[in-house]
């Protein structure tokens, strides 16, 4: 495989669940500021930023929010609402792959394009689940995005699950994990390794090189023989 370069901006703030405009504003300015660097994200990464303590359940302002970012900013945006489903929408602000927990909805599409990349989606809880994570190995995925909100008390579990998956895999995960107050994001290429990490508010932007799944599986002992 050619080295292809996947450029991803995670836009990371405090949750304002009180105030659904606020809330969205803030995504909004951070998508515009992530756009609007040298060379665009392929991808951005919004965590959740609705509560179901301060909104309705039965309308969920997350869909129309990605919706909109994405179609505004002319990227693809993926992110995750109360229910702890993911989504990922597409330049044109349409849904293009969704997923719930352990993909219970078995017509969910949870894979898509992105510049000739192929890319997953799923929920955190999927995590717990081997099987679940394959599916989107299955069809081709490339990257993996894992999105939700465990308590701070999981995150070491969060970190490993992470890193296992991806060995088991061979590919590349990009998980974000809303707690508290803070979002904590890690990207693990297909050793296992943590190549990118951060905590905090603002934009924080990485690359990947999908090139180097080749690589991993040439040098992984789950695709060589050993004694």
Not at 21 to 45: E, T
Not at 91 to 101: H, M, R, Y
Request: charged fraction near 20%; charge should be positive; aromatic fraction near 8%.
């Amino acid at each position: 495989m050619e080295d292809i370069e996947l450029k991803i901006s995670l836009l990371q703030t405090e949750p304002t669940f009180k105030d659904i405009n606020l809330a969205a504003g803030k995504i909004q300015n951070l998508a515009a500021k992530a756009v609007s660097q040298k060379k665009r994200p392929n991808i951005l990464v919004v965590p959740r930023i609705f509560s179901t303590q301060h909104i309705n359940t039965s309308f969920d302002p997350t869909v129309e929010l990605l919706k909109n970012t994405a179609a505004r900013c002319r990227t693809t945006v993926i992110s995750f609402d109360i229910f702890n489903k993911v989504y990922a929408a597409d330049p044109n602000g349409n849904i293009i792959a969704s997923c719930t927990k352990s993909c219970e909805a078995k017509d969910e599409t949870m894979v898509f394009s992105v510049d000739g990349v192929c890319c997953g989606i799923a929920p955190i809880s999927n995590l717990k689940f081997p099987e679940a994570i394959k599916q989107s190995a299955a069809l081709g995925a490339k990257v993996l995005f894992v999105l939700g909100a465990w308590p701070k008390s999981k995150e070491i579990y969060w970190k490993l699950l992470n890193i296992v998956r991806a060995i088991e895999n061979q590919f590349f995960i990009v998980a974000l994990n809303q707690f508290e107050k803070q979002t904590a994001f890690i990207v693990v290429d297909p050793w296992g390794r943590v190549v990118a990490e951060n905590k905090g508010s603002g934009v924080f932007t990485t690359v990947i090189n999908i090139g180097q799944i080749d690589a991993a599986k040439s040098q992984s002992i789950l695709y060589t023989e050993t004694n």
